[in-house]
Every structure is written in structure tokens, then in C-alpha cells.
């Protein structure tokens, strides 16, 4: 049915409402100041959006207290917060084409993909913690026949929640998800890049059932709302995905104020280990190709280091330069696209930066490098592929977030992981080997918080995603994350003898 809906038409339709959900109400801002919204399929805008100010975040954060104070949400028995969260999820699906199409609007995926993978994730997520609520049991200590030690989970109270603009959805139920499930409130400031779906979230968790004020949405910049949340006294943890640099300004808040939790879920610079004895490179080549450019690059764990071994890497550079043109950056509203649009023009910009960095120290693009679609008005930037690259050079170094991928040589098992972990990164990687020994021994010595063999991406809920090193703390997903959004107590009682 969505093959045949008019997206164009419901583009032009839509009416946007950019104010902050506070309280359980749409409200304006205390100083009444919006922003525009550009929409990155063609440079124009679609709305105004409330530029949430830090006396905006207090306001967020109170009503947030009160709600968890008052105990409406944190202690509503497991059963009933499962079947609100429940409903939730189940909202979200009713309205899969209207959030699909504010994600494709707001930030330039493809709607097929809006459709396809980021709504039914985030409801896949929403509901999954929902039906965790009541499975997870507490602990008794083993401490002896004289006492009786009650390890138990309580919510932390107050949680900043402050999500990028690549997945705005997904990244929201990854952390709205636990967060809610065990009690606690939330504020959360969305990109200023990519707000809608944020909102009309928060909207629908009302409606489901959640508490007013158990579910918060402030949007506004970094800078400004981001801030002042994340320096926030009464605010007991950030849960935080985005860059590294800003990821830093996390902790360093978190000192400056509360000593709040901090979880950060931060940059990535992959690195997809292709060996000569595996049986299929036409295989891989399309599948790094497909993870690179999913999403126009925009994603923290997209394999933008591909290495290969020195015998099979002109024909696996000969393969990515064929499948790249498979990716030409298209019309996000339809259907039939596999590429859409860079989030702003300054993304756009700093992509075509490090395409040009990578030319100029010595890389030699063979593919693609040049803006696209530039009669739209958008912000389109054809599908690149770099060889000739080594680790030194800025564009295998720095994260570029966009759709440039780095082919590098290596000459043996040895000079493969010594250059795969030469990063500041270690979120994911991927090792290609048809020898079960070797797939084993390397994936152990890369320094990294997802392996893949022989394939790249595959996921589910039940698995934590996070990283290494400079690709944070954070870990979101599987019943890991409820670490981080709740506190241990434990209860001591002396049993004395009768």
C-alpha cells in the first residue's frame, strides 16, 4: 500500500508543531523563540520549531520530578507500566506512515527505510522493554544462615535523554525503552536537526496511557537546551548519543555539576577485515557497500574502513567501484530510493571536505566525490570510494559521517588487526574468512564492541550495541541497558537465633 500513497502530496500537506511537550501539553517556550525547520530534501523550510532555552529545561525537569515523586508512574506495579508501554508500541505502528514521513522530511532517508526500519524498530524496542518489565528479577546475596541481604534494582528518578539526528526514533526507544520500564521520568532533547518524530512521540506516549510529565520532549540546540540539561542539579543521568567532542562536554558537565550519570554512546570508524581465503569477495564488496551507504553514511557504526589483503585488493576495489553507482543519491520521498539526503548543508559541506582532504593527501577516489542532485536545492553527495588509503590520512581517521568509504592494504593476519585497531575508535568491526580458526582468533584481538562474522550489521534487541575505547561507555539494547538507568540497594537484616 505505501508503494502507492502520494508522498509528495502528504509532504506538502503537512502542518508542523514544534513546540515542546511538557507536562502532558504542547506548550511555547518562556521567550516565545523558534527556528526554522529545513528540510534537507530541498534546502526549504517545512516549519518553526520552539528553541527550548535552559528556562525551558527547568521547567522539563520539575514537571519530570513531580511525576516521579508522586510515584503515577515509578510505582505503578511492573504488569500495569508493561501495559502502557505496550499500547505505546502499538501506537507508534498505527501511525507508521505519518512518522515515517516527518523522519524522511526532517532529516533525508529514504522513506522506504523510514518505513521499513526505523518505525518498527522503535515500536520492536518500546515493546520488547515492555515485556521485560516483569522478567527481570531481583537478588537475595548468599551471606549465611544469620542474615538476609535484598539486592534490589530502583529507578534513578530524573533522566536526561539527549539523541543525534540519523536515527532520531530509533535512538530515542533505545533509551526510552529501559528508561520507562523501570519507573522513571524523562527529558529528552531531540536534535535540532531532526525534533519532529520527538515530539510526536512524547504525544503518543500520552496517549498510550503514560502519566503527564513522565515523558518530557524540549527541543532546541546543543548548546542551549542540550546544555543546560546535561549541567541540570536535578537531572541523576544523561543517557547520551552523538559525537565524540560533545560526548567529552558530557562528562566534563557532569563534574561541573551533580556528578550525574553518564552514558555516552559516541562515534565509530569501523574497520570490515576482508582475508584472502574467504570464498566469495563479490559478497562482501556488496555488503560493505550496502552498510556504507545505508542511511548516506550517516550511521556510527557504517564500515567506512574497508581492509584487504594486498593479493585480492584491486579486484575487491574493482567490485566497490562497481556497486557504488547502485547507491546514486535519489528522491527520499520515493519509493524506489536506496540513497537520500545529508541531514543539513553543513553536513553536506563537511562531507565534501574530507572528500577533498582525501584527494589531496594522496587517495584516489574511484568512485563517485562530487555533490549530487544540486538542481533540488538539497543536500545530496554521491556514494565515494577511496583507495590507496592508510591509517594516517584524515579521512581513515576522523569519523566523516556521510558516504565515504577508505579501502587500506594489509600483508598479513598480524599487520590486519595492528591496523584495524589503530583508532581511536572501537565500536564495531567485521572479519571475512572462510577458516573458523582465524575468523575466531581475530575477532578476539580486535578491540571493538561488535564483531561480525562474514557478514555485517545483522542485530537484534537482545544484544547490547556500544563500543571501545573512544566510542563511549554507553551501552543500549538487551537487558544490559537497565544498568544504566537504575540503581542497586541493598537491604541488610540480621536474622537472630530463636
Known amino acids: 500500500m505505501s508503494s502507492r500513497i502520494d508522498w509528495r502530496e502528504r509532504a506538502a500537506a503537512l502542518k508542523i508543531d514544534g513546540r515542546p511537550v511538557v507536562g502532558g501539553q504542547r506548550m511555547a517556550t518562556q521567550s516565545g523563540e523558534q527556528f526554522d525547520c529545513i528540510s534537507p530534501l530541498d534546502g526549504k ?52 506512515e505519518e512518522l515515517a514521513l516527518l523522519e524522511t522530511v526532517d532529516m533525508g532517508k529514504p522513506i522506504q527505510y523510514a518505513l521499513a526500519v526505523d518505525v518498527p524498530s522503535a515500536a520492536r524496542c518500546i515493546a520488547w522493554y515492555a515485556e521485560a518489565i ?17 539486592i534490589q534494582r530502583e529507578a534513578m528518578g530524573v533522566i536526561g535523554v539527549i539523541v543525534p539526528w540519523n536515527y532520531p526514533m530509533i535512538m530515542a526507544a533505545w533509551k526510552l525503552g529501559p528508561a520507562l520500564a523501570t519507573g522513571n521520568s524523562v527529558v529528552l532533547k531531540p536534535s535540532e536537526k531532526s525534533p519532529l ?5 512524547a504525544e503518543l506516549a500520552l496517549e498510550a496511557g503514560l502519566p503527564e510529565g513522565v515523558f518530557n520532549v524540549v527541543p532546541g540546540f546543543g548548546h542551549e537546551a542540550g546544555e543546560a540539561l546535561a549541567l541540570h542539579m536535578d537531572v541523576d543521568a544523561i543517557g547520551f548519543t552523538g559525537s ?5 562536554k558530557m562528562l566534563e558537565y557532569a563534574g561541573r555539576s551533580n556528578l550525574k550519570r553518564v552514558y555516552n554512546e559516541l562515534g565509530g570508524k569501523s574497520a570490515f577485515l576482508v582475508f584472502p581465503d574467504f570464498d566469495d569477495i563479490k559478497r562482501a564488496a556488496q555488503t560493505v557497500a550496502g552498510a556504507m551507504f545505508f542511511n548516506q553514511g550517516e550511521s556510527c557504526n557504517a564500515p567506512s574502513r574497508v581492509l584487504v589483503h594486498d593479493s585480492i585488493a584491486d579486484e575487491f576495489v574493482a567490485l566497490l567501484a562497481a556497486e557504488a553507482p547502485q547507491y546514486l543519491p535519489g528522491d527520499p520521498l520515493d519509493p524506489s530510493t536506496v540513497m537520500g539526503a545529508l541531514v543539513d548543508e553543513g553536513q553536506m559541506r563537511t562531507v565534501l571536505s574530507y572528500i577533498e582532504a582525501g584527494s589531496s593527501e594522496g587517495a584516489r577516489a574511484v568512485a563517485g566525490g562530487r555533490q549530487a542532485r544540486t538542481e533540488t536545492g538539497g543536500y545530496y553527495v554521491e556514494p565515494t570510494v577511496f583507495d590507496g588509503v592508510n591509517n594516517q590520512m ?32 572501537g565500536l564495531q568491526a567485521s572479519v571475512w574468512s572462510s577458516h573458523i580458526d582465524r575468523a575466531h582468533r581475530v575477532a578476539r584481538a580486535l578491540r571493538a564492541g561488535t564483531v561480525h562474522v562474514n557478514q555485517y550489521d545483522e542485530d537484534d ?31 541488610w537484616l540480621r536474622i537472630n537465633n530463636a
Open 461 to 491: 534487541i537482545t544484544v547490547p550495541f556500544g563500543g571501545f575505547k573512544q566510542s563511549g561507555n554507553g551501552r543500549d539494547k538487551s537487558l544490559h541497558a537497565f544498568d544504566k538507568y537504575t540503581e542497586l540497594k541493598t537491604t
Open 197 to 201: 518524530t520527538a515530539l510526536r512521540l
Open 45 to 96: 523550510s517545512i516549519g518553526k520549531v520552539s528553541r527550548g532555552l535552559a528556562a525551558d529545561i527547568d521547567a522539563a525537569v520539575a514537571s519530570a520530578r513531580r511525576a516521579f515523586e508522586s510515584g503515577r508512574w515509578a510505582a505503578q506495579a511492573p504488569a500495569a507500566r508493561k501495559k502502557v508501554l505496550q499500547r505505546f508500541s502499538e501506537l507508534i505502528l498505527a501511525h507508521k
Open 394 to 425: 584524515k579521512i581513515a581517521r576522523e569519523e566523516i559521517f556521510g558516504p565515504v568509504l577508505s579501502v587500506l592494504r594489509f600483508k598479513d593476519e598480524a599487520d590486519a588487526v595492528a591496523q584495524a585497531n589503530d583508532s581511536p575508535y
Open 134 to 150: 516483569d522478567k527481570v528479577y531481583d537478588e537475595i546475596a548468599p551471606t549465611g544462615q544469620n542474615a538476609l541481604a535484598l
Open 244 to 248: 565524540t567532542r560533545v560526548g567529552r
